[in-house]
């Protein structure tokens, strides 16, 4: 009677995910975990991350909380530390945290616009500037590394009174493509993922009550993503051989226009 073995895609892994808490990063955290990567979640919300390691461990994953903004640079820092120390050099970094925040740009809400730069675009480079040195350090000795940041259709779309979420996002994915000019050469993969409406909790910070009705509206109408469908491309991505780079991946809804 033969037995057959099956290889965790992602076993030797070790992963980092930004913004775990909820959504796409708790669910893409899940998933990288049970292909076998060991998997650090980072947010702000301490109890919520520890009882997402606590169901990776119960499951038989491997998972470290750390709870951190990824505005603190510092901060940010000494997570990788801690990261490297208890499990190993990070050679896949989900750079997950952010937030959405529309408004009409005559209302001047400066405090908005502000929250959206300080954490889609400072907190993303503070956490590339983290982990960079541990990707490249991994692709050295095991042939590849990932780094994948959450962009978005807005990135590319035009939206009514989303203009700094949709400049914030236009930022991810140019700075990913000019990323991977400077780091693919050396081993690290550099992808933006780019989903549309996705059923999650970005939505419920949302004030402008014009954008509210039209996200509700549109998600009573059409069948819109999952967080799930986002976390299997960010594995489908690492888990390409090491000689594949996927730059960017868009994810829409079928109905979505």
Same mark, same amino acid.
């Given at each position: 009677?033969?037995?057959?073995?099956?290889?965790?895609?992602?076993?030797?892994?070790?992963?980092?995910?930004?913004?775990?808490?909820?959504?796409?990063?708790?669910?893409?955290?899940?998933?990288?975990?049970?292909?076998?990567?060991?998997? $650090? &979640?980072?947010?702000?919300? /301490?109890?919520?991350?520890? !009882?997402? @390691?606590? +169901? %990776? =461990?119960?499951?038989? *994953? #491997?998972?470290?909380?750390? $709870? &951190?903004?990824?505005?603190? /640079?510092?901060?940010?820092? !000494?997570? @990788?530390? +801690? %990261? =490297?120390?208890?499990? *190993? #050099?990070?050679?896949?970094?989900?750079?997950?945290?952010?937030?959405?925040?529309?408004?009409?740009?005559?209302?001047? +809400?400066?405090?908005?616009?502000?929250?959206?730069?300080?954490?889609?675009?400072?907190?993303?480079?503070?956490?590339?500037?983290?982990?960079?040195?541990?990707?490249?350090?991994a692709a050295g000795e095991k042939g590849v590394a990932d780094l994948v940041n959450t962009s978005s259709i807005a990135a590319e779309g035009v939206f009514a009174n989303f203009a700094v979420y949709t400049g914030s996002k236009a930022y991810v994915s140019h700075m990913s493509r000019n990323l991977r000019a400077e780091l693919g050469?050396?081993?690290?993969?550099?992808?933006?993922?780019?989903?549309?409406?996705?059923?999650?909790?970005?939505?419920?910070?949302?004030?402008?009550?014009?954008?509210?009705?039209?996200?509700?509206?549109?998600?009573?109408?059409?069948?819109?993503?999952?967080?799930?469908?986002?976390?299997?491309?960010?594995?489908?991505?690492?888990?390409?051989?090491?000689?594949?780079?996927?730059?960017?991946?868009?994810?829409?809804?079928?109905?979505?226009?």
């Amino acid at each position: 009677m033969s037995t057959v073995n099956t290889v965790l895609p992602l076993a030797g892994r070790v992963a980092v995910v930004t913004g775990a808490s909820s959504g796409i990063g708790e669910a893409t955290a899940e998933l990288l975990a049970e292909r076998g990567a060991k998997v $650090a &979640v980072l947010a702000r919300r /301490a109890d919520r991350l520890d !009882a997402l @390691a606590a +169901r %990776i =461990e119960k499951d038989g *994953g #491997t998972a470290l909380a750390v $709870a &951190v903004d990824v505005t603190d /640079a510092a901060a940010l820092n !000494a997570a @990788a530390e +801690r %990261i =490297e120390s208890e499990l *190993g #050099t990070v050679d896949l970094l989900f750079n997950n945290a952010g937030v959405m925040l529309p408004s009409p740009v005559e209302e001047l +809400r400066t405090d908005l616009w502000q929250r959206q730069i300080d954490l889609n675009i400072t907190g993303l480079m503070n956490a590339i500037g983290a982990f960079t040195p541990q990707l490249l350090r991994a692709a050295g000795e095991k042939g590849v590394a990932d780094l994948v940041n959450t962009s978005s259709i807005a990135a590319e779309g035009v939206f009514a009174n989303f203009a700094v979420y949709t400049g914030s996002k236009a930022y991810v994915s140019h700075m990913s493509r000019n990323l991977r000019a400077e780091l693919g050469p050396r081993g690290v993969r550099v992808s933006a993922v780019q989903p549309g409406i996705v059923e999650s909790e970005l939505r419920e910070h949302v004030t402008d009550d014009a954008a509210n009705a039209w996200l509700t509206d549109t998600i009573a109408a059409i069948d819109v993503l999952e967080s799930a469908d986002i976390a299997a491309a960010v594995a489908y991505l690492a888990q390409q051989p090491a000689r594949v780079n996927i730059p960017e991946i868009t994810i829409m809804p079928t109905a979505q226009i």
